[in-house]
């Protein structure tokens, strides 16, 4: 079994900034990737950004230079930094991993919860 627990998100005004944070726990050998999906009202989740456990990023190119993603040093733990949020980045933040649970093993997709990320004045 494996937990993915979102903290973080909540209510801000547009040019405001957010962290949010996202704990892997449970039967992990590797994760080979961690990061974010958001989906606002009426519109399909799309991916804001990952990061690999070599710290290589990739980022929608709407957020580039605005958000950051990180890592912890154990590797479980993923941050979504947002600065100079916008109302249209609106939307329910959803975390995502990509892991192993054993050496060699299958690899598996495991989504967070959601937390909502609101952007108003």
């Known amino acids: 079994q494996v937990q993915l627990v979102e903290s973080g998100g909540g209510l801000v005004q547009p040019g405001g900034s957010l962290r949010l944070s996202c704990v892997a726990s449970?039967?992990?050998?590797?994760?080979?990737?961690m990061g974010w999906y958001r989906q606002a009202p009426g519109k399909q989740r799309e991916l804001v950004g990952t990061?690999?456990?070599?710290?290589?990023?990739n980022y929608k190119d709407s957020v580039k230079g605005r958000f950051t993603i990180s890592g912890d040093n154990a590797k479980t733990t993923v941050y979504l930094q947002m600065n100079s949020l916008k109302p249209e980045d609106t939307a329910v933040y959803y975390c995502?991993?990509?892991?192993?649970?054993?050496?060699?093993?299958?690899?598996?997709?495991?989504w967070g919860q959601g937390t909502q990320v609101t952007v108003s004045p």
């Open positions: 995502y991993v990509i892991l192993s649970k054993v050496e060699g093993g299958s690899n598996y997709q495991y």
């Open positions: 449970g039967s992990i050998y590797s994760i080979n990737v």
């Open positions: 990061i690999t456990t070599g710290g290589r990023t």
